[in-house]
């Protein structure tokens, strides 16, 4: 299994990014795939989790209202839409996915994990 994040970047506050997850190796539809964030010294936090059978979603509070997930099963691929982006946002985003059907924001709940896109908030 292989998870590939792309569109992370540099962006003014405010500003906005959509971050791309293709997940490749999986042979059924039916799994929880989520994003994460991390930064130096800090613990892996969850951001966003969906569900791909019945696109269940959950978001950490910190980005509801700013924060979005969804899927696109036709083309294996897992989109975070963030906007109005903070310096505190500022994060090497991860995809995750798991065997399961229930969302979730722990990262022991995951097993299978992507390289990271660093996003940059600052001005």
């Known amino acids: 299994v292989q998870l590939v994040e792309s569109g992370g970047g540099l962006v003014q506050p405010g500003g906005s990014l959509t971050l791309s997850c293709v997940v490749s190796?999986?042979?059924?539809?039916?799994?929880?795939a989520a994003w994460f964030r991390q930064v130096p010294g800090k613990e892996r936090e969850g951001v966003a989790s969906?569900?791909?059978?019945?696109?269940?979603?959950d978001l950490v509070d910190s980005v509801k209202g700013r924060f979005s997930i969804s899927s696109d099963n036709s083309k294996n691929t897992i989109y975070m839409y963030m906007n109005n982006l903070k310096p505190e946002d500022t994060a090497l985003y991860y995809c995750?996915?798991?065997?399961?059907?229930?969302?979730?924001?722990?990262?022991?709940?995951?097993?299978?994990w992507g390289q990271g896109t660093q996003v940059t908030v600052s001005s």
């Open positions: 995750a996915a798991n065997l399961s059907r229930v969302v979730g924001l722990r990262a022991a709940q995951y097993y299978y």
């Open positions: 190796g999986l042979t059924v539809d039916d799994y929880t």
């Open positions: 969906i569900t791909i059978a019945d696109d269940l979603t």
